[in-house]
């Protein structure tokens, strides 16, 4: 069973960026869909984007325009760019297969916008 680490979180002003990756213990070549999900503070884990093997991407209302998922199969990792940050997009960001996997949560990275 493959393991992922998110990481790349961190403290970041309103219109700022920062790029999330997300390491997988052994090769994603074989996984079709993988996807990015977040939790904010009380609510429910929600849908970010996903990416297939062929490279094509699709991404929520709420973030569509800002953030560009990519994947880079030689190095089992994959990406989340995210530009034009807003305080609402402060949550724990998580990366699964597509649909998601129980079994395969991490911990996550914390992703704090605020001025």
């Known amino acids: 069973q493959v393991q992922l680490v998110e990481s790349g979180g961190g403290l970041v002003q309103p219109g700022g960026s920062l790029r999330l990756s997300c390491a997988a213990s052994?090769?994603?070549?074989?996984?079709?869909?993988m996807g990015w999900y977040r939790q904010a503070p009380g609510k429910e884990r929600e849908f970010v984007a996903h990416?297939?093997?062929?490279?094509?991407?699709s991404y929520s209302d709420s973030v569509k325009g800002r953030f560009t998922i990519s994947r880079d199969n030689a190095k089992n990792t994959v990406y989340l760019q995210m530009n034009s940050l807003k305080p609402e997009d402060t949550a724990v960001y998580y990366c699964?297969?597509?649909?998601?996997?129980?079994?395969?949560w991490g911990q996550g990275t914390q992703v704090t916008v605020s001025s």
């Open positions: 052994r090769s994603i070549f074989s996984i079709n869909y």
């Open positions: 699964n297969k597509y649909p998601s996997i129980r079994s395969l």
């Open positions: 990416i297939n093997s062929s490279g094509r991407a």
